[in-house]
């Protein structure tokens, strides 16, 4: 039974290899041409760019994963029923189901590798990639005025801003409260402020400086005031933290601090759910394969290719579809990222048990 296990794992191994890498080029390349007028237009040098689109081949590798241990599924079935072995196994004494526990087992070895990438090369290359982006190819500075500025500087100094020019290095309505452990301790409130490049400081004109001491405010007006807040103009353009670019671990971190500064964390609460489903869709997808593949078991391996990418395209959507109900608050988090995979997972048991393998 040993060598019949490993026999079934390199026919599910070859095609998902070559699925693998079919699938991930494809869709790099459509984001490729999609981002083509920013790169020729970007100042970046050949080597940013280069390294750019590089660390963009992890995240879609993930991506395409399922779709490739779907197509494996089915040409590793249909190729065993075609060539005749499933017929001489079976007179063999093995059972259907003999057939495909093997192709089970090696799709829940992808969903555990598929976990381990997205939690540790994902993570790190995301970053990175985001990072060239905003930094080197399309810079943030093309953006010059933002509204209603909220940050965390610092851990214990947190900003608000109602006018915020990067370019200009400025700000207008600006409140600047250093936080302890019983609550804030001191407040500054400017009519605006200045970054000072050579003490590397904030400076805040016409304001009030509040600090708070046992229930009591000590108030005193100012015209010019150096302040210790030292995040450069650039560091405090607002830039939301993609789910993509954490851990597991980490998304359970950054969605209360999100919810503390009074923004929904539901996107990373049903990201943070998504991190342990998604790896599974991919025995959900092979569960989904087997009695397909057996229906197909005379198609040719074009056949099995388009129906690989239909069905994964369709599920993938839907996975998709109820992670939006979910960070729109129409669905429950964990029940936002489950979905598809109970849905597609039932369809599976049921077309398993009705035909019987």
Not at 26 to 53: N, Q
Not at 111 to 124: D, G, K, N, W
Request: proline letters at 5%; hydrophobic letters at 50%.
């Amino acid at each position: 039974m040993k060598i019949f296990s490993v026999y079934m794992a390199k026919r599910f191994f070859k095609p998902f290899g070559f699925g693998l890498g079919l699938f991930a080029i494809l869709l790099f390349l459509g984001t490729v041409f999609d981002r083509m007028s920013a790169l020729v237009k970007s100042p970046a040098s050949i080597e940013v760019i280069l390294e750019y689109l590089w660390l963009e081949v992890p995240y879609w590798a993930i991506r395409t994963i399922p779709m490739a241990t779907l197509l494996a599924t089915l040409v590793a079935m249909t190729g065993f029923v075609q060539s005749g072995e499933a017929l001489a196994a079976q007179a063999a004494g093995f059972r259907l189901r003999d057939f495909w526990k093997p192709i089970l087992w090696c799709s829940l070895a992808v969903a555990v590798l598929s976990f381990a990438a997205q939690e540790t090369i994902l993570p790190f290359c995301y970053r990175r990639s985001r990072h060239l982006w905003t930094e080197k190819i399309r810079q943030a500075w093309e953006f010059d005025k933002y509204l209603n500025l909220a940050m965390i500087t610092e851990p214990g100094q947190f900003v608000q801003a109602k006018l915020f020019l990067p370019k200009q290095w400025l700000m207008e309505g600006v409140i600047l409260e250093r936080v302890g452990a019983e609550g804030i301790t001191r407040q500054i409130e400017a009519e605006k402020g200045s970054f000072d490049s050579t003490p590397m400081r904030w400076v805040f004109f016409n304001g009030i400086d509040r600090t708070f001491h046992d229930g009591k405010v000590t108030e005193k007006k100012f015209k010019k005031l150096v302040s210790d807040m030292r995040a450069a103009p650039q560091d405090l353009i607002p830039r939301t933290r993609s789910p993509e670019e954490m851990s597991l671990f980490e998304l359970r971190r950054y969605a209360p601090k999100v919810k503390h500064l009074g923004v929904s964390p539901r996107e990373y609460m049903v990201a943070a759910h998504s991190k342990l489903s998604f790896p599974m869709t991919n025995v959900v997808i092979c569960a989904l394969g087997i009695p397909v593949a057996l229906r197909l078991r005379r198609a040719v391996k074009i056949l099995s290719f388009s129906v690989a990418l239909g069905v994964s395209f369709l599920f993938l959507w839907f996975m998709e579809m109820s992670r939006a109900l979910g960070v729109s608050g129409r669905l429950p988090p964990p029940l936002a990222a489950w979905t598809a995979n109970i849905l597609f997972g039932a369809i599976a048991a049921f077309l398993i048990r009705r035909y019987d393998v």
